[in-house]
């Protein structure tokens, strides 16, 4: 996304961290990366690139959307109970 490569060129133009979470398409299928990368520097303390990792994080991201879900089914659930009801 156009967001993700802002983000990316800063850190790069800045030599710091840089840590996201986007959503892809690859294969036909939408999945979830975590992504982080670290600068690499020389004895000069001079950015010389990064290192970085790329995290499937697809089953957690729908778990979390999931326990939303419960959440607010819960909330409505409690909102519309009798007064004096009690579970």
Do not use: K
Not at 14 to 37: K, N, P, Y
Not at 56 to 81: G, K
């Amino acid at each position: 996304s156009q967001r993700f490569q802002v983000e990316w060129t800063n850190a790069v133009r800045t030599g710091r961290m840089f840590s996201t979470e986007a959503r892809v398409r690859s294969a036909g299928l939408d999945l979830w990366i975590a992504f982080q990368a670290v600068p690499v520097r020389d004895e000069a303390g001079a950015c010389t690139g990064y290192l970085g990792t790329l995290i499937d994080i697809t089953v957690r991201r729908q778990i979390e959307e999931a326990l939303r879900a419960s959440e607010q089914q819960l909330r409505m659930l409690v909102e519309h109970l009798p007064a004096g009801a009690v579970f």
